[in-house]
T-cell receptor, first 112, second 113 residues
């Protein structure tokens, strides 16, 4: 089945230690998104790629970076995780100008 | 049971009853709305969507109603089942906003047996 895959599902990192979360998709969608979702809150868009074009949200901290080496993969890099970065990180995809987004299962990040 | 998503984050209903989850939006430029269901520890799952040129759309056991006059959106779930227990988010997209969705606060639906 075509899907959005996120690895790992659970990630524990130390305060200040760089961490990378990965997302892959078999939907062949050209748009990929990263969201941060804290407990009992709505997903908050960090950035998205439309094809190779990177679109950063104005309030996304510089600590968060992203890479998209090809259509199928997208990475979220947190350069120096703080305790406040503990959250669920969701990857989503969409096709062309469609606003319907398909979400992966998320990676739950714990910062110790 | 009926809720206003922004002011009553938890809705409890009896199994078999109909559920109504409400969402208010503020941007009159929003032209597309979508409901997602998110179960604990999982990513949001698409339920149903509606464009601003419609006021009602039906799916399997679900109906979305859109009232643009008062900027209000609702999700009705018929014959609510235990498997419907989850957090429900509405999201909106604005004309000219590209593919971006803005999510509402969310409502926790609890189905009691």
């Amino acid at each position: 089945d075509a899907m959005v895959i996120q690895n790992p599902r659970y990630q524990v990192t130390q305060f200040g230690k760089p961490v990378t979360l990965s997302c892959s998709q078999t939907l062949n969608h050209n748009v990929m998104y990263w969201y941060q979702q804290k407990s009992s809150q709505a997903p908050k868009l960090l950035f998205h790629y439309y094809d190779k074009d990177f679109n950063n949200e104005a309030d996304t901290p510089d600590n968060f970076q992203s890479r998209r080496p090809n259509t199928s993969f997208c990475f979220l890099d947190i350069r120096s995780p703080g305790l406040g970065d503990a959250a669920m990180y969701l990857c989503a995809t969409s096709r062309g100008n469609s606003r319907e987004q398909y979400f992966g299962p998320g990676t739950r990040l714990t910062v110790t | 049971g009926e809720s206003v998503g922004l002011h009553l984050p938890t809705l409890s209903v009896q199994e078999g009853d109909n559920s109504i989850i409400n969402c208010a939006y503020s941007n009159s430029a929003s032209d597309y709305f979508i409901w997602y269901k998110q179960e604990s520890g999982k990513g949001p799952q698409f339920i149903i969507d509606i464009r601003s040129n419609m006021d009602k759309r039906q799916g399997q056991r679900v109906t979305v109603l859109l009232n643009k006059t008062v900027k209000h959106l609702s999700l009705q779930i018929a014959a609510t089942q235990p498997g419907d227990s989850a957090v429900y988010f509405c999201a909106e997209a604005i004309t000219g906003g590209g593919n971006k969705l803005t999510f509402g606060t969310g409502t926790q639906l609890k189905v009691e047996l």
